[in-house]
């Protein structure tokens, strides 16, 4: 059965930094494609930054410069180091294997101003 954890989200002021981590089970990890999404009340699902088996990374324009996202096989886990944080970042933070697709559950980062 596959898992994916979500854990690191939390209250932070604007400019702070938090890290989110994503530990899977169930799944062949280290083959895996993984993306980071986020949600924010009212708004579509959105991609955030993805990386690959190999990883190569892809992130979107708005996170550029600010946000890295990293993976330890050896853990079975994926990251989502977040700094220079501002109040539009907020939003549950959702974890995903790209293919086959499977979503974890997710955590909220909320950015106060």
């Known amino acids: 059965q596959v898992r994916l954890v979500e854990s690191g989200g939390g209250l932070v002021q604007a400019g702070g930094s938090l890290r989110l981590s994503c530990a899977a089970s169930?799944?062949?990890?280290?083959?895996?494609?993984m993306g980071w999404y986020r949600q924010a009340p009212g708004k579509q699902r959105e991609l955030v930054a993805r990386i690959t088996s190999g990883g190569s990374t892809f992130y979107v324009d708005s996170v550029k410069g600010r946000f890295t996202i990293s993976r330890d096989n050896a853990k079975n886990t994926v990251y989502l180091q977040m700094n220079s944080l501002k109040p539009e970042d907020t939003a549950v933070y959702y974890c995903?294997?790209?293919?086959?697709?499977?979503w974890g559950q997710g955590t909220q980062v909320t950015v106060s101003s």
């Open positions: 995903k294997r790209e293919s086959p697709v499977y």
């Open positions: 169930g799944t062949a990890f280290s083959i895996n494609a």
